[in-house]
């Protein structure tokens, strides 16, 4: 299996991570004391060879990816280990930026290094069968408000086509797309709906959820 | 409101939650009446299935009266409808869910990415399990949000009572499919590993599909004496006692059973070297699985017979006999329950008073004793079988 993470998102987080290091640099607990100045210099360095990273989201694409991982997995070990090669004391100054290291390494871990990553991939060529008639089908991939619905970020080219599936099951969609806006275009066609689980009440998130919710196992 | 929420491996939580709100048009929200701990919960609880965040609400097995119907299925559905829910969600109109393989539906996973990592294809969402099943949340709250509730949601009539029908929703419904997949015609030799609410079901209900004689295998005596006296076993083994395959050929003239039922899943207990061998490895991650079950099956089952694998697995296995199952040309059946098939049928069952599927309620216990209860049912304390909880009182 492919590592997660590819680069279009790994350039999200990227961007992400280094304006909030920045961020949390200038927070009073942190501000004015070696792990301020450790946060401020690693999101600085962050953002500034993400603008030259030759992924999606770079600027001025001059540094190929590969690169790019290297430099961040050098970059977070020194973070993990810097206050202790430093013979920093303090326990703020110590783990802040130990822990901000250790979460770049992870992120580094799960990035798949070709790019592609295994959940969030390039789009390519992708179809779906749906248990509808072709007209029902073109009808609702041809409606602007449908591809609203279906395809939010707007990654929809317009392009696709049909091909009727074997042995009467339905109508198969061909197209290089998002497999989501595929999945979702399905669940209108055949649910009338898209299912979702948005908004679902749960209990107290633990405190790396919204960063990274499949690694908080509670423990 | 209140609810049980997963805090980490064997950790569980009553809290206060947002309540749920209708989404869909097909949505409705439910007062959950009567709602239990499943065996498959218990996966979860123990930390085995990934995929599971702090906070998420657990429990899928439920009866509820609906407060809220979406526009969509407010023909269907009225206020006040007491229904009995399939734990699968699934849209009833896919490929899968016109062949009545509701839990293998396309449309009812919205986290569909995740599980096609794992699986290659995703099965249907389910509730309150995790986010490989589309991180619904759970049944163990005073409310919940059904999606597709005029596929999932069954009325109750009159004669089947709250507890009744609760396990007509799940353990009643996974044991008649797994009895359903042996193909019974008649006559024929079934057995049973677990004796737990599924495999009681699944004793009960092979008698209901033409079983002559089903022998039930379990190491706790309270239950082997249900599955006697309640669910009609012929015969009962204790595997911590006998060697299981030799014993079940003793007792089918040397042929082994026609079908066997592993009513138990990946975290099958066992003494020796085997167990130890395997503990180690599922404790180190590098199997998913502890598949003692599955082996004894396929090692003990007649040539040519079906097994019907209706405990859960969620990954890799060792030391799989692929030899045993080839030579012998054995039918492998498997899946997660395609509850909105049977559930009509249950409930009939247990209106005609053919079965009692309230036998397995031991215990009763409020939300706020969320970790009591699912210790108590984790270890089978007490002579636990299953814990109810009435989210609303009785
Ligand atoms: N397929 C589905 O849709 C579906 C639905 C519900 C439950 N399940 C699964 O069914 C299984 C049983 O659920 P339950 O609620 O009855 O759980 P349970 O924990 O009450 O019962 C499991 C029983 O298996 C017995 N057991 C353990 N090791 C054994 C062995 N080596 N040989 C024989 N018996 C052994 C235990 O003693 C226990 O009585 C679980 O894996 C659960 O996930 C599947
Ligand atoms: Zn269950
Ligand atoms: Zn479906």
Same mark, same amino acid.
């Given at each position: ?96 930026? +130990? ?87 399905? %669940? ?25 919710? /499949? ?5 | ?7 980490? =491996? ?12 209708? /989404? ?25 299935? =990934? ?47 016109? %062949?009545?393989?509701?839990? &293998? ?8 990415? &995740? ?7 995703? =099965? ?21 949000? !059904? ?26 419904? /996974? ?7 042996? $193909?019974?015609? $008649?006559?024929? !030799? ?17 008698? &209901? ?17 249900? #599955?006697?006296?309640?669910?009609? +076993? ?28 592993? #009513? ?26 502890? =598949? ?29 006999? &692929? ?72």
């Amino acid at each position: 299996m492919r590592q997660p993470i590819g680069s279009h998102l790994h350039g999200l987080l990227d961007y992400l991570t280094g304006t909030a290091l920045i961020g949390a640099s200038r927070l009073s607990v942190l501000r004015r004391r070696f792990a301020g100045r450790a946060l401020a210099t690693a999101g600085g360095n962050h953002l500034v060879y993400s603008f030259f990273t030759d992924y999606e989201l770079g600027v001025v694409k001059r540094l190929p990816y590969k690169a790019h991982l290297a430099l961040d997995a050098v970059g977070a070990l020194g973070l993990a280990v810097l206050p202790w090669v430093l013979g920093r004391k303090d326990p703020v100054d110590r783990w802040v930026p +130990a822990a901000v290291g250790i979460y770049e390494l992870s992120a580094v871990a799960m990035s798949d290094p070709s790019g592609a990553g295994g959940s969030i991939r390039a789009t390519r060529h992708r179809a779906v069968t749906v248990e509808k008639p072709e007209g029902e089908v073109r009808a609702l991939l041809e409606d602007p408000a449908e591809v609203r619905r279906f395809s939010p970020a707007g990654e929809w080219t317009g392009r696709f086509e049909l091909r009727p599936a074997p042995g009467g099951r339905g109508t198969e969609i061909h197209a290089e797309a998002d497999p989501a806006d595929l999945r979702r275009a399905k %669940q209108l066609l055949e649910a009338g709906e898209i299912v979702t689980a948005e908004g679902a009440p749960a209990g107290r998130r633990g405190p790396i959820s919204a960063a990274l919710p /499949t690694l908080d196992t509670g423990a | 409101m209140k609810a049980i929420t997963w805090a980490g =491996p064997n950790r569980v939580t009553c809290e206060e939650t947002p309540d749920p709100s209708v /989404t869909n048009p097909r949505d409705a929200i439910l007062k959950v009446t009567a709602t239990t701990i499943c065996g498959s919960d218990l996966h979860l609880y123990d930390g085995y299935v =990934p995929a599971m965040q702090r906070g998420d609400i657990l429990g899928h097995e439920f009866l509820g009266e609906v407060v809220e119907a979406g526009t969509a299925v407010s023909d269907k559905l009225s206020v006040g409808d007491r229904v009995c829910v399939s734990p699968m969600i699934a849209c009833g109109s896919c490929f899968f869910c016109q %062949q009545e393989l509701f839990s &293998l539906c396309d449309n009812g996973n919205p986290d569909a990415a &995740l599980a096609e990592a794992v699986w290659g294809q995703s =099965p249907c969402g389910i509730f309150g399990y995790s986010h490989l099943t589309g991180g619904y949340a759970g049944s163990h709250a005073e409310y919940i949000r !059904v999606p597709y509730a005029d596929v999932g949601a069954v009325k109750v009539p009159d004669g089947v009572d709250d507890t009744q029908a609760l396990f007509c929703s799940d353990a009643f419904a /996974t044991g008649y499919f797994g009895a359903d997949m042996c $193909g019974l015609g $008649g006559g024929e !030799v079934v057995a049973v590993w677990g004796a737990g609410a599924v495999g009681l079901f699944a004793i009960a209900s092979a008698y &209901l599909l033409g079983a002559e004689r089903v022998i039930a295998i379990d190491r706790f005596p309270e239950r082997l004496r249900l #599955a006697r006296e309640r669910a009609g +076993a012929s015969e009962v083994l204790d595997y911590t006692q006998v060697d299981v395959v030799e014993e079940l050929k003793a007792l089918t003239g040397g042929r082994g059973p026609d079908s066997c039922i592993d #009513a138990v899943g990946m975290e099958a207990h066992s003494g020796g070297l085997q167990g130890a061998y395997d503990r180690v490895k599922q404790a180190t991650r590098l199997e998913s699985e502890r =598949p003692y079950v599955i082996r004894e099956c396929i090692q003990a089952c007649r040539k040519g017979g079906t097994i019907a694998m209706i405990g859960v697995y969620g990954g890799v296995a060792d030391k799989f006999p &692929l030899g045993a199952l080839m030579n012998k040309a054995l039918h492998l059946r498997t899946g997660q329950v395609h509850a909105q098939r049977y559930l009509p049928r249950l409930l009939e069952h247990a209106e005609r008073g053919e079965v009692d599927p309230a036998f397995v309620a031991t215990h009763e216990m409020s939300l706020t004793q969320a970790q009591e209860a699912y210790q108590t049912f984790k270890q089978k304390t007490d002579a636990c079988v299953r814990v109810v909880f009435r989210p609303h009182g009785a």
